[in-house]
């Protein structure tokens, strides 16, 4: 007994030692239980920060929005210096600078491969992180990932194989110009409801389905309302991660390094997430009585289609400038498929 009080007494000793000797606090919150991918992830990014940095830097991770509610209000607390680090999304970005919305117009990314390939372009998204400083001031845009796999039409009562199926349908959006008007063109109600409100949305009747991906859809239970999901894959469901530009400036380059490194190893990990989960997620649909609809290329390309209004109301509410974006990341799409299109070429000889 006293062999064992001395060591909880030494690790205890130790852990204190490690914490004094932090030079550097990083105050990250997030607004998702403890349960999540995005709260998973940040406790890789902790660990390799904190053991890379042999405890010069202290990573401190308040889940389940105990800093700040709202993706507006955690933003507002890392440009304020409140906070270091944070995951937000690509409409919270386009609040602060239109044009980074041509990243989530749909039917854009056509799969994983391009739209990582893309997303690791640091040229690109260091040319998009100074656009951003300009308009959001010491939010610094570190990494776009992954939050949940892809955007999919999940509904109650109705299943969904083409645009004509989504006319009449309220679907559950979140309250993004691009998303809002993805639902008016394919004929539906776009109804903007807060996350932790779906699930009793979907269960009253509020709405007809929602746009969400499958390992969010079981995670949150909302397959015990849905019964039919149409894999349209409008969405990539990229998440932006930003760092208070003053705090990694701050940063000696030993440290940044470290820091950078970190933000990698967590990318991994949520990248990985939902194509592990997706499996099990999608059999515990079924096993409830799911149908699960995978569209025929016809058909997808119908959805795109009907979509395309999307794209051009977003050209006439940005301008030049958002033309220049949209065609820059159509370029970056083509670039990949060409360099994957060339591996592909190598392993079929």
């Known amino acids: 007994m006293k062999k064992t009080l001395l060591s909880i007494a030494a690790a205890s000793l130790l852990f204190s030692g490690i914490v004094s000797a932090a030079e550097y606090k990083l105050t990250v919150p997030h607004v998702t239980s403890t349960d999540g991918y995005n709260h998973q992830s940040l406790l890789v990014f ?21 800093l700040c509610s709202t993706a507006k209000e955690c933003i507002a607390g890392v440009q304020a210096g409140m906070f ?16 980074v919305g041509a990243f989530d117009l749909p039917y854009m990314l056509p799969n994983d491969r391009v739209a990582e390939c893309v997303y690791d372009n640091e040229q690109f998204i260091g040319d998009v992180r ?12 570190m990494a776009v990932s992954n939050s949940g796999g892809w955007r ?36 539906g109600a776009p109804t903007p409801i807060a996350w932790p409100e779906v699930y009793t949305a979907l269960s009253t009747g509020m709405v007809d389905g929602t746009k969400n991906g499958i390992v969010d859809i079981i995670m949150n239970k909302f397959h015990e309302s849905l019964k039919y999901i149409t894999l349209d894959g409008h969405g990539y469901m990229g998440g932006a991660w930003v760092f208070n530009d003053n705090k990694f400036k701050s940063l000696p380059d030993d440290l940044t390094q470290v820091v950078v490194d970190g933000i990698a190893a967590q990318s991994q990990y949520l990248r990985s997430y939902p194509k592990h989960k997706e499996y099990s997620a999608y059999e515990e649909f079924k096993k409830a009585g799911g149908v699960v609809y995978n569209p025929t290329a016809k058909e997808k390309e119908a959805f795109k289609l009907a979509a395309a209004p999307v794209k051009a109301s977003f050209l006439e509410s940005t301008g030049t ?29």
């Open 46 to 66: 902790k660990n390799y920060v904190e053991s890379r940095s042999n405890g010069q830097i202290l990573v401190d991770i308040y889940p389940s929005g105990q």
């Open 84 to 99: 270091d680090y944070f995951q937000t999304t690509i409409p919270e970005l386009g609040n602060f600078w239109q044009p």
């Open 130 to 141: 100074g656009e951003l400083l300009k308009k959001a001031p010491n939010v610094r845009l």
């Open 152 to 187: 999919n039409i999940a509904t109650t009562n109705k299943q969904v194989k083409s645009p004509e199926d989504v006319k009449g349908l309220k679907l559950r959006t979140v309250p993004a110009k691009v998303q809002q008007e993805l639902v008016k063109e394919l004929g």
């Open 321 to 349: 400038e958002g033309k220049k974006w949209l065609e820059r990341f159509e370029n970056e799409i083509n670039t990949c498929e060409m360099k994957i299109k060339a591996d592909y070429d190598i392993q079929f000889k």
